[in-house]
């Protein structure tokens, strides 16, 4: 299983980037890396995925490096309602679908 | 099409008491899951459905029971309900294996006190 590792909170200002880097050293050949958004009192809900390279929706970027041991989340010019726990989680394709999360990042967007 | 529905959305039991968690998707997903979530903390697998009539335990399966009663349903039963088990459970849906890549699609949660 393709454990991950994100900072456990980030802190922003209104209109700037965040970026949110997840670490999975033992990601698998077949595993694809999805980000998860989740809202106090709710279920997480799909961002986006990725398997290489760069992916971009009209919420978010995901840059993959060549390796893929990692993963960097990107929000452009975000807004209070972007304040959130994000996670990261790498597809146990070679276990299954035992899908395990791991702590979440907490962004907290600034006035 | 109301994708994920979980009932009850709240429930309180005493201490020895049990209840079952219920979970049905219109998705037609291989998938099932359920999740815990503690107060401030992330959510931890307690057990899974790969496909009807298949389950396995996840990483905190202990005090638990499942049932895939059908490719719709994945129920999620508690015989003696602990303060420990204080949680909000999600149930989520996933294409399943084969289909190339994971993508959840989780319900409201049902929020369970034991006192």
């Known amino acids: 299983l393709a454990k991950t590792t994100q900072p456990i909170s980030m802190d922003s200002y209104e209109g700037q980037e965040v970026n949110i880097t997840c670490s999975h050293n033992?990601?698998?050949?077949?595993?694809?890396i999805t980000w998860y958004q989740q809202f106090p009192s709710q279920g997480p809900r799909f961002i986006i995925q990725g398997y290489k390279t760069k992916v971009t929706n009209e919420v978010a970027s995901l840059f993959i490096p060549a390796d893929r041991k990692s993963s960097t989340l990107s929000l452009p010019r975000v807004s209070l309602s972007d304040t959130a726990v994000y996670y990261c989680l790498v597809g146990a394709k070679a276990a299954g679908n035992k899908l395990t999360f791991g702590g979440g990042t907490r962004v907290l967007v600034k006035p | 099409n109301a994708g994920v529905t979980q009932t009850p959305k709240f429930q309180v039991l005493k201490t020895g008491q049990s209840m079952t968690l219920q979970c049905a998707q219109d998705m037609n997903h291989n998938s099932m899951y359920w999740y815990r979530q503690d107060p401030g903390m992330g959510l931890r697998l307690i057990y899974y459905?790969?496909?009807?009539?298949?389950?396995d335990k996840g990483e905190v399966p202990n005090g638990y029971n499942v049932s895939r009663l059908n490719k719709r349903e994945f129920s999620l039963r508690l015989e003696s309900a602990a303060p420990s088990q204080t949680s909000v459970y999600f149930c989520a849906t996933d294409r399943g294996l084969g289909s190339g890549a994971n993508v959840l699609t989780f319900g409201a949660g049902s929020r369970l006190t034991v006192l």
């Open positions: 033992n990601i698998a050949t077949n595993d694809y």
């Open positions: 459905s790969a496909s009807e009539g298949t389950t």
